[in-house]
Each structure stands twice: as structure tokens, then as C-alpha cells.
């Protein structure tokens, strides 16, 4: 267990885990780890629209500057567009403060080296251990010390890039279109990228006030999303989250399109137009048995890893994939971007639907999902009730009663104190069953 670092980057309640202290810390560790050869070193800055986020970037360029790094404020930007700016801009480093889908009282720092990709759990044990260590000797000299300077027209440069990921002279006429930016880093991008490509836009979610994101809005709670489609009866809707680098897509009956449905779509597009660089995809051990079953009836393989786009990346640039990522909406294409893109998931799917000119629930319904159920268990700190004989026994009971007939899943959240149990199978009832006694078992040991 790392002391700083999760998942995800560093994240945590605002002024109670993430402090202006542990900011500027990790400004000064990673820029120290960082600030390589004789040019001046730069470091790019990007968050969200959480109240927090002006406490945590102050801090932060204080902790850059004071290392002599050079900062670069963007401002609000998506988490993809802060990882493709730090490669463009020709950074060391780049920064996302945000805490993705989480509560505005949550925040959180990501970092992206110099190639745009997230730094692996080495380089952060690394950055782990300057932050803990005495760096007053290491700190620039007076006359050494970094600038800060905000960078405008950084929303123009991102809006290009995701316009030219389309198919040349393919644009979105005639579409009515309902984007949902979760009152987060995508709330200008997003609408603004969809009506330079001449769809007409409905958009929701974009008017952040510090508090608002993801409140009610967004991915995580796209009901907003399905009655706004029904209501202006659109071809379709997007839903981002906070840091517009995981999407969701509503029809045009206002059904839920989650991203195990996104990377079917992709993946049978992508081989047709012989764009997979491998004869499959990668995701998660979440994603749902039915996609790897329609895939299988492809010719196309599913790599499992755990959970987190970190991993499902790093699998894919081990292995040559071009196309992963997550039943929860981060999709990954590599081709374009280095992690997670949202925006740029949606304008693959709208490709392939202007293309075959169908429904997008035609489109998007590939395959029956098997029954899947999630349930979470909240613990308190210092227990580990995976540890407890208990449960163990009740897992592996759990398994025996599931058999080869689906998959059961008990894994520790990497963002907070919570086991996360799921079970899937053909047999409904079966799945509830052996979900529910596994959580009797969690809670008990947790409590």
C-alpha cells in the first residue's frame, strides 16, 4: 500500500487529504524528478471546476517554481487534453487536478510524464519518497527559480485535434445531439467540438459554479441526460463526467449505452476497416462475460486486467492493442490519445453511426449483457476484511456454487475505503444469491 498515491493519482477530501502542504510537496518532488537537461524545465497545469482547484494549483506552482520549473495554467481542460498538451507543448511534465466523478469536497492531482502517459507505479513510489524526504537543500537558487503564466487558446488547439480524429470530409449535419458536461473541464470543449462538426446541440451540465459537479449531471447520474433526449427527442446522448475522460451514450429511446457497448461498436468498425493493430481489445475484469462472448463470435480475443485505465493501457502499449478500456466509459484509443478520452469515444461512435446511417440503438445494442451485480461494502480504516477467514471461505464457496456459468469478482476500491463485490452469470437469481452472501460475509468482518 502506497502512502499518496491510488489508482488514479493522488485524491481525497479537499484540505482534509489533499492539503495546500501535500500540493506543494508534490510540486517540488515531481519537479525535482522531472527537471531534466539544461533547457528551462516547463510543467503543464489543467483541473476541473471544483472551489478546491484554485487552493491546489496555487500550491502546486508554488512547489514547481520553487524547484525551477516554468508552469503553464491552461485553466478548466478535460484530463485527455492536459496529457495531449503536455506532449505538443513539448513538457517535462503535466498535471490534472481533478477527482474525475467524485463530489466537488473530493480532489486529486494526476501526473503525465513528458510522452502524455500517466507516470507508472515506480516513478510515483519515487515521487512518493522525495515527498516525504527533507528538499530544503535541493530548492532553486534565487536567480533559478520557475515563472507561471496562464496559456490561452489551449481550448482551440484541443477542439482541432479531436475534429481531425473523424474520417476527412465526415461531418454530423442533421443530428441533434445532447451533451451532458457533468459541469466539469469539458463544459466549453465539448458543445463547442460537436457544433463545429454541424450537429445540432442541446447541452446540459455547463454551468459550473465550484459545487454543482457531477451533481445530479454527468455519467455517473445520467437520468438528467435520458430525459433531455426524450424531451428534445434527439438522435442521441453524451454524457461525460468531471474530468470528461470517461463517457456514456443515451439513444434515441433513452437507454443507457455503458462502455463495454462503446468498444463492441469500435472493435467490429475498427476490424471491418482493418484499424485494430490486434485481433482484439483490452479491459477490465468488470466488463460484462457478454462482450467477451460477442467478440468471440469476431474472430476478436478480450484481454482482462485489473481495474484502473492505468493498467488497461499499460497492457495495450506492452502488447500492441489500439482499442481498450472500461465498462464504466473509459475508452481508450491509442491511436489518438493516451488515456482515457470521452469526447473522442463519442465522435467514434458517431462516425460509425453517420456511416451506416442507423439508429444509434441499433448501433449500439451488439450484445445482451449477462446479469451483473455490484455491490459495495464501506470499511472502516486499519480493517482489512478480505483478510478474515470468514470470508475467504465465503468466497470460495461463492465460486464453487458459480461454477463455469459466469465470473465473481471481490476487489478493494483504489480511490476509497470500499470492497466492491461483483458476481455475474446467465442464472439471475444464482448471481443475486451469491452476491448477497458474500457481502453478509464483508459486512460482518468489516464491522
Known amino acids: 500500500m502506497r502512502k499518496y498515491f491510488?489508482?488514479?493519482?493522488?485524491r481525497g477530501r479537499a484540505n482534509g487529504k489533499i492539503t495546500p502542504e501535500l500540493a506543494l510537496k508534490i510540486g517540488q518532488a515531481a519537479g525535482l524528478l522531472f527537471r531534466r537537461g539544461d533547457?528551462?524545465?516547463?510543467?503543464?497545469?489543467?483541473?476541473?471546476?471544483?472551489?478546491?482547484?484554485?487552493?491546489?494549483?496555487?500550491a502546486l506552482i508554488a512547489g514547481f517554481t520553487s524547484v525551477g520549473m516554468d508552469v503553464l495554467q491552461l485553466g478548466p481542460m478535460p484530463t485527455p487534453a492536459v496529457?495531449?498538451?503536455?506532449?505538443?507543448?513539448?513538457?517535462?511534465?503535466?498535471?490534472?487536478?481533478?477527482?474525475?466523478?467524485?463530489?466537488?469536497?473530493?480532489?486529486?492531482?494526476?501526473?503525465?510524464?513528458?510522452?502524455?502517459?500517466?507516470?507508472?507505479?515506480?516513478?510515483?513510489?519515487?515521487?512518493?519518497?522525495?515527498?516525504?524526504?527533507?528538499?530544503?537543500?535541493?530548492?532553486?537558487?534565487?536567480g533559478a527559480l520557475g515563472r507561471a503564466k496562464r496559456i490561452e487558446s489551449v481550448h482551440a488547439r484541443y477542439i482541432e485535434f479531436a475534429k481531425r480524429t473523424l474520417p476527412r470530409r465526415l461531418d454530423l449535419d442533421g443530428l441533434r445531439v445532447v451533451v451532458d458536461c457533468a459541469n466539469g473541464a469539458a463544459y466549453k470543449v465539448a458543445p463547442e467540438t460537436l457544433w463545429e462538426l454541424g450537429a445540432e446541440v442541446i447541452a446540459i451540465g455547463v454551468e459550473p459554479d465550484g459545487f454543482n459537479i457531477n451533481r445530479d449531471?454527468?455519467?455517473?447520474?445520467?437520468?438528467?441526460?435520458?430525459?433531455?433526449?426524450?424531451?428534445?427527442?434527439?438522435?442521441?446522448?453524451i454524457a461525460l463526467d468531471g474530468d470528461a475522460d470517461r463517457v456514456l451514450i443515451v439513444d434515441e429511446r433513452g437507454q443507457v449505452v455503458d462502455g463495454d457497448q462503446l468498444m463492441a461498436v469500435v472493435a467490429r468498425s475498427w476490424r471491418d476497416d482493418g484499424r485494430l493493430a490486434q485481433p482484439g481489445i483490452v479491459a477490465t475484469i468488470m466488463s460484462n462475460l457478454g462482450l467477451e462472448r460477442y467478440l468471440g463470435g469476431l474472430g476478436l480475443g478480450l484481454v482482462r486486467t485489473a481495474v484502473g485505465d492505468r493498467y488497461v493501457l499499460e497492457h495495450m502499449r506492452e502488447h500492441g492493442f489500439n482499442l481498450g478500456g472500461e465498462q464504466s466509459g473509459h475508452i481508450i484509443l491509442?491511436?489518438?490519445?493516451?488515456?482515457?478520452?470521452?469526447?473522442?469515444?463519442?465522435?467514434?461512435?458517431?462516425?460509425?453511426?453517420?456511416?451506416?446511417?442507423?439508429?444509434?440503438?441499433?448501433?449500439?445494442?451488439?450484445?445482451?449483457?449477462?446479469?451483473?451485480?455490484?455491490?459495495?461494502?464501506?470499511?472502516?480504516?486499519?480493517?482489512?476484511?478480505?483478510?478474515?477467514?470468514t470470508v475467504v471461505t465465503a468466497i470460495e464457496a461463492a465460486k464453487q456454487r458459480l461454477g463455469q456459468a459466469g465470473r465473481l469478482v471481490i476487489r478493494p476500491s483504489g480511490t476509497e475505503p470500499v470492497i466492491r463485490v461483483m458476481a455475474e452469470g446467465d442464472d439471475r437469481s444464482l448471481v443475486a444469491s451469491i452476491v448477497d452472501e458474500v457481502v453478509d460475509a464483508v459486512e460482518k468482518a468489516a464491522a
Request: hydrophobic share 40%.
Open 217 to 237: 449531471v454527468g455519467s455517473t447520474a445520467p437520468a438528467a441526460l435520458v430525459a433531455k433526449v426524450r424531451e428534445r427527442r434527439a438522435d442521441l446522448g
Open 39 to 58: 533547457h528551462r524545465n516547463r510543467v503543464v497545469i489543467g483541473k476541473d471546476t471544483r472551489l478546491s482547484g484554485y487552493m491546489i494549483e496555487t
Open 334 to 389: 491509442s491511436d489518438y490519445m493516451t488515456t482515457g478520452d470521452g469526447l473522442l469515444a463519442a465522435l467514434q461512435l458517431l462516425a460509425v453511426v453517420r456511416q451506416q446511417d442507423r439508429p444509434v440503438s441499433e448501433v449500439c445494442h451488439c450484445f445482451e449483457p449477462l446479469p451483473q451485480i455490484l455491490r459495495n461494502v464501506r470499511y472502516g480504516r486499519g480493517h482489512r476484511p478480505l483478510d478474515e477467514d
Open 83 to 142: 496529457a495531449m498538451l503536455t506532449r505538443y507543448m513539448r513538457c517535462d511534465l503535466g498535471v490534472m487536478i481533478s477527482a474525475s466523478h467524485n463530489p466537488f469536497e473530493d480532489n486529486g492531482i494526476k501526473l503525465f510524464g513528458p510522452d502524455g502517459f500517466k507516470l507508472s507505479d515506480e516513478t510515483e513510489s519515487e515521487i512518493e519518497a522525495l515527498i516525504d524526504a527533507d528538499l530544503s537543500v535541493r530548492l532553486a537558487a534565487s
Open 6 to 10: 491510488g489508482t488514479d493519482g493522488v
